[in-house]
């Protein structure tokens, strides 16, 4: 079991590396300004990303018929036409958005990105299907590798373009390896279909999914819209780096968490090992959550300045803040797989409208000239209500007891507390010191009072 999860980890891991990577290779190679503009590309393509999830991927491991490969072909049918259908979206939307974001020079960008969607549309999901059985070596190996040539592929387009058409180029060249590699790798022959009977059934689970997509769109990249609109493209290039450096290594462990722990939470066959591994997986996105915030705290400010320059400075005193949006926000992982292992796809739907509410708040201090930590302050103040409604969806639709999640919880929080009064207040270097010395002792304690995953890694 931990060679499984310490592979999961590392090939996950490892891929996110190589895209962070090239983040911070086409940050530190082009303008501020230029990094705005390529940012401005994660956003259209979550424009697709909303009006396309269906959670085909999802389907295929929880649906007790997943191994069916005729329900495999109808899937990777339907995966083709809703790739179809989202690249023409994207190519007629290429306008508004780069009107929107005041760039109308960068149009002809929007419209080739709109190639991404139809690529992806042919992966084979050979690669999901062996997650079923325990098998994730060709699903990291999809993740991984495209990744990594992505990364080489950086010198060269630079010598070629030294401007946002880097990154333009690397995004295109990593979909394309995504779906060859993931042919590669498969076990089984691809065959696809057009199935009416698997679209109704891929509709009926994923209709929430839509809807949660639709929200994510506005969670994950409303922020980033009201500060490219308002403040320009260099405030979005550190409020998007910002973003990077603290949602990347976050995004590895809720990945890894949900290939891990929701086939064995699917296959669950009473309620005493269900609520066992719920719980366990519930404090190992707590921990991980607590664990990016606890090494920010330490190291904000040298790391931004290592990494990104003096071009970059104005974010290193905020990065604890991006530090413990993220947190809270991966706090919520745990419970929404063991929601979608019962296919209860719309308790993150619930939690994503909550946490919307505060767009508009952020929208109006941004308006009215505010900074990008009034606009942080505002998301995490979001990110802690939807959290608090998703404890509650957890415990009344799924009948999961709580009570070995209070202890952790209160602790968590009293982290996030005093790691936030470090970006605060001008602490002196004792005050600062101690500070710091405290966020590592309440994670550890944090540690000690996750009882519940301990003794499921122990075992």
């Known amino acids: 079991?931990?060679?499984?999860?310490?592979?999961?980890?590392?090939?996950?891991?490892?891929?996110?590396?190589?895209?962070f990577v090239r983040n911070l290779a086409v940050a530190r190679l082009i303008t501020v300004e230029d990094y705005g503009i390529a940012a401005t590309f994660a956003i259209s393509m979550a424009i697709v990303e909303m009006a396309s999830g269906l959670g085909l991927q999802q389907l295929i491991i929880q649906d007790k018929e997943g191994n069916d490969p005729n329900l495999q072909a109808g899937l990777q049918?339907?995966?083709?036409?809703?790739?179809?259908?989202?690249?023409?979206?994207?190519?007629?939307?290429?306008?508004?958005?780069?009107?929107?974001?005041?760039?109308?020079d960068?149009?002809?960008?929007?419209?080739?990105?709109?190639?991404?969607?139809?690529?992806?549309?042919?992966e084979h999901f050979d690669i999901y299907r062996l997650n079923r059985e325990m098998k994730f070596g060709p699903l990291l190996l999809t993740k991984t590798v495209p990744a990594l040539i992505g990364v080489l592929s950086i010198w060269p387009l630079y010598l070629a373009y030294d401007d946002y058409r880097i990154m333009l180029y690397s995004v295109l060249l990593h979909w394309?390896?995504?779906?060859?590699?993931?042919?590669?790798?498969?076990?089984?022959?691809?065959r696809a279909n057009l199935d009416r009977s698997v679209m109704r059934r891929a509709l009926h689970f994923g209709w929430p999914l839509l809807i949660t997509n639709?929200?994510?769109?506005?969670?994950?990249?409303?922020?980033?819209?009201?500060?490219?609109?308002?403040?320009?493209?260099?405030?979005?290039?550190?409020?998007?780096m910002g973003v990077t450096l603290t949602l990347s290594p976050l995004l590895v462990s809720a990945s890894?968490?949900?290939?891990?722990?929701?086939?064995?939470?699917?296959?669950?066959?009473?309620?005493?090992?269900?609520?066992?591994?719920?719980?366990?997986?519930?404090?190992?996105?707590?921990?991980?959550?607590?664990?990016?915030?606890?090494?920010?705290?330490?190291?904000?400010?040298?790391?931004?300045?290592?990494?990104?320059?003096?071009?970059?400075?104005?974010?290193?005193?905020?990065?604890?803040?991006?530090?413990?949006w993220q947190a809270v926000r991966i706090f919520k992982v745990g419970g929404t797989i063991a929601a979608l292992s019962k296919a209860q796809t719309s308790n993150e739907m619930v939690t994503n409208v909550i946490r919307i509410l505060a767009l508009p708040i952020a929208w109006?201090?941004?308006?009215?000239?505010?900074?990008?930590?009034?606009?942080?302050?505002?998301?995490?103040?979001?990110?802690c209500l939807a959290f608090g409604a998703a404890l509650v969806l957890v415990r009344v639709r799924l009948g999961l007891k709580?009570?070995?999640?209070?202890?952790?919880?209160?602790?968590?929080?009293?982290?996030?507390?005093?790691?936030?009064?470090?970006?605060?207040?001008?602490?002196?270097?004792?005050?600062?010191?101690?500070?710091?010395?405290?966020?590592?002792?309440?994670?550890?304690?944090?540690?000690?009072?996750?009882?519940?995953?301990?003794?499921?890694?122990?075992n």
């Not at 049918?77 to 109308?104: E, W």
């Not at 394309?176 to 089984?188: G, I, K």
């Open 1 to 19: 079991m931990i060679r499984t999860v310490l592979l999961i980890l590392s090939g996950n891991a490892f891929g996110a590396l190589m895209l």
């Open 77 to 104: 049918g339907f995966n083709i036409l809703r790739g179809v259908i989202s690249g023409v979206i994207l190519f007629f939307l290429a306008g508004p958005i780069a009107g929107f974001l005041n760039i109308p």
């Open 106 to 122: 960068v149009v002809w960008a929007y419209q080739l990105l709109a190639l991404v969607p139809v690529i992806r549309g042919f």
């Open 176 to 190: 394309v390896l995504v779906v060859v590699t993931s042919h590669l790798v498969a076990r089984r022959r691809y």
């Open 214 to 240: 639709t929200l994510l769109f506005a969670i994950f990249q409303g922020d980033k819209i009201i500060v490219g609109r308002t403040m320009g493209l260099e405030d979005l290039a550190l409020f998007t």
């Open 256 to 324: 890894s968490e949900k290939q891990f722990f929701l086939p064995q939470l699917s296959a669950a066959r009473d309620d005493d090992t269900f609520d066992r591994l719920a719980n366990a997986a519930m404090q190992a996105s707590l921990v991980s959550g607590l664990g990016l915030v606890t090494l920010m705290t330490l190291i904000a400010r040298p790391l931004v300045d290592v990494l990104l320059g003096e071009r970059y400075a104005a974010l290193g005193p905020i990065l604890v803040l991006f530090a413990i």
């Open 364 to 383: 109006n201090i941004a308006v009215a000239g505010g900074t990008l930590s009034q606009i942080l302050w505002v998301a995490i103040a979001g990110e």
């Open 402 to 458: 709580l009570d070995r999640q209070v202890l952790p919880i209160l602790i968590a929080f009293c982290l996030l507390g005093v790691a936030a009064s470090t970006t605060i207040f001008p602490l002196p270097g004792d005050m600062m010191l101690l500070a710091k010395g405290l966020v590592v002792i309440l994670f550890l304690a944090t540690l000690a009072s996750a009882r519940t995953l301990r003794a499921y890694i122990t």
